[in-house]
């Protein structure tokens, strides 16, 4: 277990594509500034897809601009395809993401790609940027979606996540991270698949997990991972984004209740979690009829609590 945890806020893409009323640019800026000045030090600002697609996410171009300008923080965005990695790089976006669904199925039906299409399109962008100056380049992280379960297809198998991590890896991207996209995850689960991926591509490849709470095991595989050794944690201030299969579960992790559990056991995020909560606040009144989730906010700190 490492001793400090960055926890990558991903509300503002995850969350807000998954609900249907359109945050105002100017509240969107506000949360970046209110939540860097609470200590978070990488967020997800985006996503460089078609306004027609998400018009939630629409002014991603200026949001990811407008965060470049916080020192010290990771602007992260998501990208589908060569076309987004262009548009986030020259955004100045310093961490890309794509994601790459190990279902064929769940592939063909959100992207309308076949492995083969996606993988072409990941080699096409290790190439872009192997064109860029080093200060130009962005972190190029795939991201493997689907990796615990499909709601298409049902189980994936893990050998198939894992020689997709290795070959990914070999056409040269940064990163690969695994993504519980379904909420199918279980701690044993993501174990067998963060261990089996650093035994083929090292530990270095991989270093951040994304997981939602669908079925409220959001915490339980957090703590597995980072006792596995995983130093990135993605998740969403109020769970904002819920989930649509499960009514009265967040998407994600709720951030504040990951502050809590990590601040608790003594591993630093960062974050002040008093600022966090008045954060949420500000969010909440900027969403008015979007449910928040979250135990900590409900429950309050604990009479003596201290951050680590
Ligand atoms: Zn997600």
Known sequence: MTASILISEVGLRDGLQNISETMATADKKTWIAAQ????????????????????????TAEITRYAATLPGLCVAVLAPNLRGLRDAVENGAHKVTLPFSMSETHSLRNLNRTHAQVLEEIGACVSYLATLPKARRSMFEVSLSTAFGCTLEGPVAEARVLAFAEQLVGLGVDEVSLSDTTGYGNPAQLKRLVTGIWERCGPEKLTGVHLHNTRGQGLANALMAI?????????SLGGIGGCPFAPGASGNIVTEDLVFLLESMGLRTGIDLAALLAVREQVKAALPGVELFGFTAAAGLPLGYQAA
Do not use: K
């Open 36 to 59: 860097y000045a609470a200590g978070c030090r990488e967020m997800e600002v985006g996503s460089f897809v078609p306004a027609r697609l998400l018009p939630q996410l629409a002014d």
């Open 227 to 235: 006792e596995l050794g995983i130093t990135t944690l993605d998740s």
